[in-house]
């Protein structure tokens, strides 16, 4: 009597009618797998009572205990710049890789170069996570690519529809309708938005469209000239206020889309003698160590980076063992300083929709 085949995952492949690189994804919980996909995988898998030898798995791939941070630069001129929401987040990530017994690469990227390719070939590190991107439609064909050739990588950023890959990020939608609730029922009735609104900041945009619809709610309008694009930096903060000022159009409130763009527009209208809170009221997002200690501190939108972190981590590990991962956002909350709370007398009974 002969001896019974070993099946493999080339049998698995055939019977599925698919190639055995997406059984290998498949059984991994890859997210570049469609559920049609994975259900005919998993069938052909009990039909042939095919089992994963994980030891071999893991002795084919060489795990290195290592997973790799990967920075992208800001927008500033000496690309010196790190955004400070993003180093707490970094914090959070040291710790969750040493509870797991990982190591952590950190590496300063420049977009420019063809990072995706040449991080994924070097083979430093078991799987990556990404912080900052700039431009995301640029971005994106980048993360496409690098989803495309099997790399284990999480990002945080925002969670979209129909992404192939594992993002992970904030509720930024439900942080701007917060925001602008609070400002509205401080009286403001003309409140402006200071950042990039469009698909190329997904975040931002978001931010921008939760505000959006918290004025609509109150028979608000957000207006054209009371919106200017911003890039989250101080000097673009202070640029972007510059200008709404030189449109010399009424408003008594701001919300900023992030921390770092709220401190620079307050650094302008105090050169140009502009009160806060007393003339406009001021909210950002993010939550950054500085927003308690400017004068006056500043009321903003708090992200979780403790857990950020932790769940990037617990989800690339998911990623890099076979286990499913998914696209996670995570819940926000309003922070209210000085900045936002209006005299009394600026105060007006906020106007509900009829």
Same mark, same amino acid.
């Given at each position: 009597?002969?001896?019974?085949?070993?099946?493999?995952?080339?049998?698995?492949?055939?019977?599925?009618?698919?190639?055995?690189?997406?059984?290998?994804?498949?059984?991994?919980?890859?997210?570049?797998v469609?559920?049609?996909? @994975?259900?005919?995988?998993q069938?052909?898998?009990?039909?042939?009572?095919?089992?994963?030898?994980?030891?071999?798995?893991?002795?084919?791939?060489?795990?290195?205990?290592?997973?790799?941070?990967?920075?992208?630069?800001?927008?500033?001129?000496?690309?010196?710049?790190?955004?400070?929401?993003?180093?707490s987040?970094?914090?959070?990530?040291?710790?969750?890789?040493?509870?797991?017994?990982? =190591?952590?690469l950190?590496?300063?990227?420049?977009?420019? @170069?063809?990072?995706?390719?040449?991080?994924?070939?070097?083979?430093?590190?078991?799987?990556?996570?990404?912080?900052?991107?700039? =431009?995301?439609? %640029?971005?994106?064909?980048?993360?496409?690519? *690098?989803?495309?050739?099997?790399?284990?990588?999480?990002?945080w950023?925002?969670?979209?529809?129909?992404? &192939?890959?594992?993002?992970?990020?904030?509720?930024?939608y439900q942080?701007?309708?917060?925001?602008?609730?609070?400002?509205?029922?401080?009286?403001?009735?003309?409140?402006?938005?200071?950042?990039?609104?469009?698909?190329?900041? &997904?975040?931002?945009?978001?931010?921008?469209?939760?505000?959006?619809?918290?004025?609509?709610?109150?028979?608000?309008?957000?207006?054209?000239?009371?919106?200017?694009?911003?890039?989250?930096?101080?000097?673009?903060?202070?640029?972007?206020?510059?200008?709404?000022?030189? @449109?010399?159009?009424?408003? =008594?409130a701001?919300?900023?889309?992030?921390?770092?763009?709220?401190?620079?527009?307050?650094?302008?209208?105090?050169?140009?003698?502009?009160?806060?809170?007393?003339? %406009?009221?001021?909210?950002?997002?993010?939550?950054?160590?500085?927003?308690?200690? %400017?004068?006056?501190?500043?009321?903003?939108?708090?992200?979780?980076?403790?857990?950020?972190?932790?769940?990037?981590?617990?989800?690339?590990?998911?990623?890099?063992?076979?286990?499913p991962?998914?696209?996670?956002?995570? &819940?926000?909350? *309003?922070? %209210?300083?000085?900045?936002?709370? @209006? &005299?009394?007398?600026?105060?007006?009974?906020?106007?509900?929709?009829?």
């Amino acid at each position: 009597m002969g001896t019974k085949k070993r099946v493999t995952s080339f049998d698995i492949a055939d019977l599925a009618g698919v190639s055995q690189s997406t059984v290998s994804r498949a059984l991994r919980g890859s997210p570049l797998v469609n559920e049609e996909t @994975r259900r005919r995988v998993q069938a052909a898998v009990e039909s042939l009572n095919y089992t994963v030898d994980k030891n071999a798995s893991n002795l084919r791939r060489k795990f290195s205990g290592t997973l790799a941070l990967l920075f992208f630069e800001d927008p500033t001129a000496d690309e010196s710049h790190i955004n400070p929401f993003f180093l707490s987040i970094l914090g959070s990530i040291t710790r969750a890789c040493a509870r797991q017994g990982h =190591d952590l690469l950190i590496s300063f990227q420049q977009m420019s @170069r063809d990072w995706h390719a040449d991080f994924a070939d070097s083979k430093k590190a078991d799987g990556i996570i990404l912080l900052g991107y700039g =431009d995301y439609l %640029v971005y994106r064909d980048r993360l496409e690519k *690098l989803a495309a050739q099997g790399t284990s990588f999480v990002r945080w950023g925002a969670v979209l529809q129909g992404q &192939p890959y594992v993002t992970i990020g904030c509720d930024n939608y439900q942080g701007g309708h917060a925001a602008a609730t609070h400002l509205v029922e401080q009286g403001c009735r003309r409140i402006a938005f200071l950042g990039d609104a469009s698909s190329h900041y &997904p975040e931002f945009f978001e931010r921008y469209r939760g505000y959006a619809h918290a004025l609509e709610e109150h028979g608000l309008v957000a207006e054209a000239m009371l919106q200017v694009d911003a890039e989250s930096t101080e000097s673009s903060g202070h640029d972007a206020m510059t200008t709404l000022l030189a @449109r010399h159009v009424e408003f =008594d409130a701001v919300f900023a889309a992030s921390d770092l763009i709220a401190i620079g527009a307050l650094r302008a209208m105090g050169a140009q003698g502009v009160s806060v809170p007393g003339d %406009v009221a001021l909210v950002g997002f993010d939550d950054i160590p500085a927003s308690g200690f %400017v004068n006056p501190s500043l009321t903003t939108v708090h992200q979780d980076t403790k857990q950020a972190g932790e769940v990037l981590v617990d989800n690339l590990l998911r990623l890099i063992r076979g286990q499913p991962a998914e696209s996670t956002v995570l &819940p926000v909350k *309003l922070v %209210v300083r000085q900045s936002s709370l @209006r &005299p009394p007398t600026k105060r007006r009974a906020a106007r509900k929709p009829t």
